[in-house]
């Protein structure tokens, strides 16, 4: 059996070198609310768990194109994320939160 200082430093050793999650692929699984699974849905995030990125969110913008035939305004619309899609995520440090940065 090793010494009790050892084992002392292997557990402070274990305690100062967490694993962090950093950057994953994640898979959306309900909108409304919006959940998130990492690791085959062994980690489930929504609500206040989540940081989210414009481009993950449903929006309008006005556009205006000036061609040689003139100049033509519209609005165009960007989709937001649908169950299923796969998005790109950074976790905290604290591996409690994921930021959505983009759809993949």
Same mark, same amino acid.
């Given at each position: 059996?090793?010494?009790?200082?050892?084992?002392? $430093?292997? &557990?402070?050793?274990?305690?100062?070198?967490?694993?962090?999650?950093?950057?994953? *692929?994640?898979?959306?699984?309900?909108?409304?609310?919006?959940? *998130?699974?990492?690791?085959?849905?062994?980690?489930?995030?929504s609500?206040?768990?989540?940081?989210?990125?414009?481009?993950?969110?449903?929006?309008?913008? &006005?556009?205006?194109?000036?061609?040689?035939?003139?100049?033509?305004t519209?609005?165009?619309?960007?989709?937001?994320?649908?169950?299923?899609?796969?998005? $790109?995520?950074?976790?905290?440090?604290?591996? &409690?939160k994921?930021?959505?940065?983009? *759809?993949?």
């Amino acid at each position: 059996m090793a010494r009790w200082d050892v084992r002392l $430093a292997k &557990q402070f050793k274990k305690r100062d070198n967490e694993e962090k999650i950093g950057a994953i *692929v994640g898979i959306v699984e309900g909108i409304d609310p919006l959940t *998130v699974s990492i690791y085959n849905g062994q980690g489930i995030f929504s609500g206040d768990k989540l940081y989210v990125a414009k481009e993950c969110t449903e929006y309008t913008m &006005q556009v205006t194109v000036t061609t040689g035939d003139g100049t033509y305004t519209g609005t165009a619309k960007h989709e937001g994320l649908k169950k299923g899609d796969r998005v $790109a995520c950074v976790a905290t440090d604290d591996n &409690q939160k994921l930021f959505l940065l983009g *759809v993949m």
